[in-house]
């Protein structure tokens, strides 16, 4: 086998603060995805308001203008932008006020069970959500969600 490339070597915590520090407050990153295999990167934001194809593409053209990346993938590399989807897994506050009102399904750690949850989200603090199921209202607290996603509803 070969020596490795010089991208599979780097410091994932150096690349991921290079990306947020070109970032706007108002956006987030979710994640940083590399695929050694193929010298791509794919980084995916978030935000509190509605993230537009031309804020996706000014952030791209941010982080290839700033060479960030450049230093990791001497040999050039792909690069993929992208929002976090509808059917993207809550894991910031800020995702979970945004869909204040909306139906979620919600993975919720119960002791050493894991309960499923289908129910509406009615508000959120700095230590959980509070979600009302049947008739009831509930407060969960952010660790002791495992999963939450939003219910995608056609009607």
Do not use: W
């Not at 780097?10 to 990153?29: A, F, G, R, S, Y």
Request: proline content about 3%.
């Amino acid at each position: 086998m070969g020596a490795l490339p010089t991208f599979c070597l780097h410091n994932m915590d150096e690349l991921v603060q290079n990306i947020k520090n070109l970032m706007t407050p108002d956006i987030h990153l979710m994640d940083v995805q590399e695929n050694h295999n193929y010298d791509s990167i794919r980084i995916v934001v978030d935000s509190e308001k509605p993230i537009s194809i031309s804020d996706i593409t000014e952030l791209t053209k941010m982080i290839r203008k700033s060479e960030v990346i450049d230093k990791f993938y001497p040999n050039g590399y792909k690069m993929e932008v992208t929002s976090a989807g509808v059917t993207s897994n809550l894991e910031q506050p800020f995702q979970y006020r945004k869909n204040i009102g909306r139906n979620l399904k919600v993975k919720i750690i119960d002791g050493e069970k894991i309960r499923v949850v289908k129910a509406t989200l009615k508000d959120i603090d700095q230590i959980g959500i509070f979600i009302q199921e049947k008739t009831e209202i509930i407060h969960v607290d952010y660790a002791n969600i495992k999963q939450a996603n939003v219910i995608i509803s056609f009607s």
